[in-house]
């Protein structure tokens, strides 16, 4: 596995920032434009920090979401929010590069609207997949990823876009890539720090595959092109970095 172990939590999230920073430079100098799709969360925040004060050219870049909490785009609760306030607004990102998930509407109506946005922006054929540059993800305490939790029936789906799944622990609706979203992008990162990450992960890498327990093992046994960014806390159980 392509491990990086940081120190500390900033140091993680700085190293991932700059592997997000390399993707989207390779991308846009490529094909003119790059298409990311960007996670919530606590550690993310000092990641998006990072990318704030980088020297990205942002008017090339095209933001989506992983996943949204089922409120408005207000709420503190809101991913959206959280990226605003951390990294949309510092870093100038023109407004017409965002495509948040519409989690005010009803939850399937906005899963549907967000899964078309995907399609027009990709240009999508019937079936077809979309291949994000680069999505970045976490790691729940129970080794979530994206908002599928353990035994989400979800998690067997490779074919659609996405979902608006109800979690039962949450008592709410979460809008959600599907795996084979997450499975189809160019480049994956992700960064998962703290001392309550440190067994799920022991279970997402040294258990025999069951993402229906362990949904993060979808990334993990199954993309060859994801770099996982730990501080020491999260690795703690994993020994050395291959």
């Known amino acids: ?20 920073v390399s993707v989207i430079d390779t991308a846009y100098r490529g094909g003119g434009q790059a298409a990311i799709a960007v996670s919530g969360g606590s550690t993310p925040k000092l990641m998006f920090g990072h990318l704030a004060k980088s020297e990205v050219n942002w008017s090339k870049v095209h933001l989506f979401w992983v996943d949204e909490r089922g409120v408005p785009p207000t709420d ?57 540059d680069l999505i970045h993800l976490g790691v729940g305490p129970d080794a979530h990823i994206a908002s599928l939790f353990p035994g989400e029936p979800l998690i067997d789906d490779r074919d659609g876009l996405t979902a608006a799944p109800w979690v039962e622990k949450m008592h709410q609706f979460r809008i959600t890539l599907l795996p084979g979203v997450l499975l189809a992008a160019r480049n994956t990162v992700v960064l998962a720090c703290g001392p309550d990450k440190a067994e799920p992960l022991h279970h997402v890498f040294k258990n025999s595959y069951a993402p229906k327990e362990y949904p993060a093992q979808i990334i993990a046994h199954n993309s060859g092109r994801a770099t996982w960014f730990f501080d020491k806390d999260a690795a703690s159980k994993l020994g050395s970095s291959s």
């Open 76 to 132: 503190p609760q809101s991913n959206y929010r959280m990226t605003d306030e951390c990294l949309i607004r510092p870093a100038s990102i023109p407004q017409r590069n965002i495509h948040r998930i519409p989690a005010e509407l009803e939850p399937e109506v906005a899963a549907r609207r967000y899964a078309s946005e995907i399609r027009e922006f990709f240009r999508l054929d019937e079936g077809e997949l979309p291949h994000f």
């Open 1 to 20: 596995m392509n491990w990086k172990i940081s120190d500390s939590t900033q140091a993680a999230a700085e190293a991932c920032a700059a592997a997000v």
